[in-house]
């Protein structure tokens, strides 16, 4: 099955700053990488996604690029606030099996 | 906004005792999961739900557990004799579609197995 790996566990930078985080896939049959966001004592919210016919996509502060070659993809914050304070969540799932697997998360502090 | 509503937000339980933990999806979602998070670490996928039978499950969800969906509304994950390593807490999803879908998650269940 598919196993997705996450880093950093934990981020802590200054406000407007800008973030990454890193996740790699196994199965190179995956094609969908959704990025959800966990604030503190609340669900996980989906924030963006890419579908692996496109390395790169933009929403605001966030953007996500992914390397099929590679198997990895990222999730990039610009201008973070302290309002994006929260756990971010990758996962990958694959045409044979929708379910998404899930990264373990980062924990993003961001200092004001 | 629909949202995925969960209860109880917080169980305790002693082991070997059953555990029903309730969703009640979005009303237009033909997809339902069951995930589960113990404290630290990664969300893990337990159970998918369509179409009322299951679609998917992992080697998480053995004998112990169960799914029903018994009146068309709710969604619901029974642990037949909770063991202490069944701790964790319990996040119900839906989703409209089923590939390359957002899922759209309840606040969880917190399991607290003593």
């Known amino acids: 099955g598919e196993n997705v790996e996450q880093h950093p566990s934990t981020l802590s930078v200054q406000e407007g700053d800008s973030a990454v985080i890193k996740c790699t896939y196994s199965?190179?049959?995956?094609?969908?990488f959704p990025w959800y966001k966990q604030e503190l004592g609340k669900r996980p919210q989906l924030i963006i996604d890419?579908?692996?016919?496109?390395g790169e996509k933009k929403d605001q502060r966030i953007a996500v690029t992914l390397n099929k070659t590679a198997k990895h993809f990222s999730l990039h914050i610009t201008e973070t606030q302290p309002e994006d304070s929260a756990v971010y969540f990758c996962?990958?799932?694959?045409?044979?099996?929708?379910?998404?697997?899930f990264g373990r998360g980062t924990s993003l502090i961001v200092h004001p | 906004e629909p949202e995925v509503t969960q209860t109880p937000s917080h169980q305790v339980t002693q082991m070997g005792q059953e555990v029903i933990l309730r969703c009640v999806p979005i009303?237009?979602?033909?997809?339902f999961y069951w995930y589960r998070q113990i404290l630290g670490q990664k969300v893990e996928f337990l159970v998918s739900?369509?179409?009322?039978?299951?679609?998917?499950k992992s080697e998480i969800f053995d004998d112990q557990f169960s799914v029903e969906r018994p009146d068309g509304s709710n969604f619901t994950l029974k642990i037949r004799s909770t063991k202490l390593e069944d701790s964790a807490m319990y996040f119900c999803?839906?989703?409209?579609?089923?590939?390359?879908?957002?899922?759209?998650f309840g606040e969880g269940s917190r399991l607290t197995v003593l």
């Open positions: 999803a839906s989703s409209l579609q089923g590939e390359g879908r957002e899922l759209f």
């Open positions: 199965d190179s049959a995956s094609n969908y």
């Open positions: 890419i579908r692996s016919n496109v």
């Open positions: 996962a990958a799932s694959s045409g044979g099996s929708y379910i998404p697997t």
């Open positions: 009303s237009n979602h033909l997809y």
């Open positions: 739900f369509y179409n009322n039978e299951i679609s998917e």
